[in-house]
């Protein structure tokens, strides 16, 4: 399982230095991305820039679930030439935009609502989206599975899981903020998890003192190691 590294803290953008970035880096973080809110697209631009430097793969995912704001958003992810979008609903549309680019898309499934966003959906109702959205040509979902209101989080993980079998790759974002939480989702078969907040206010690993120790914790709890000692 691998993690994504958000540059964002109570869904929104931040401002994060190159030290940062190169920090990331330098510990094999291949993964990095950030919101659709909290900057300008010129400074999203530039984000996306600096991680592709990199090496790693960018992501930026959509905040807003109106179906006008997300396809907005999939606009600014075209122009600035990130490699995967997350969010959304509805998939038909934002692929009409990213659909002849680069851009890889990864809705959300179940019914995605308000800000910070809540889940609702049933097992079956992500079952349901996973299979149409696969259809439709996506590379697979973001789930927000910790932010669900109708279903206990780990059937919604299962149930994405079997519905997306192979063909697509599973990302579970928000409110992963906990070394069980991370070691729950390697288990139940997510590809990828996404934290950001956590990481940069010390929430996660509070006994650390920078930047560079808080990662390499999440790191060994996404490989199913014990994280180390303070």
């Not at 964002?8 to 030290?19: F, K, L, M, P």
């Not at 959304?88 to 499934?109: M, N, Q, S």
């Amino acid at each position: 399982m691998d993690f994504i590294l958000m540059l964002t803290r109570d869904d929104r953008t931040i401002e994060v230095g190159a030290a940062a970035l190169d920090e990331a880096a330098a510990l094999g973080l291949r993964h990095i991305g950030f919101k659709d809110v909290g900057a300008s697209p010129a400074t999203l631009r530039e984000l996306t820039r600096r991680i592709r430097a990199l090496g790693a793969t960018s992501y930026m995912e959509v905040v807003s679930t109106t179906p006008e704001a997300a396809l907005h958003s999939a606009k600014v992810a075209e122009e600035i030439g990130v490699d995967r979008l997350l969010g959304g609903t509805d998939a038909e549309a934002i692929l009409r935009v990213v659909g002849g680019t680069r851009i890889e898309y990864f809705p959300f499934p179940g019914i995605p609502e308000g800000h910070p966003t809540r889940l609702g959906g049933s097992p079956a109702d992500i079952v349901a989206h996973c299979r149409a959205f696969l259809a439709r040509g996506c590379r697979g979902v973001d789930l927000l599975a910790y932010r669900s209101t109708a279903a206990d989080p780990l059937d919604l993980v299962r149930a994405a899981r079997t519905a997306l079998g192979q063909a697509g790759l599973l990302i579970v974002a928000g409110s992963v903020n906990s070394f069980d939480r991370i070691r729950a989702l390697r288990a139940a078969g997510a590809d990828f998890f996404t934290i950001g907040s956590a990481v940069f206010d010390g929430s996660l690993s509070p006994t650390k003192g920078t930047l560079a120790a808080r990662l390499r914790d999440v790191l060994a709890a996404s490989a199913g190691r014990a994280t180390t000692a303070a």
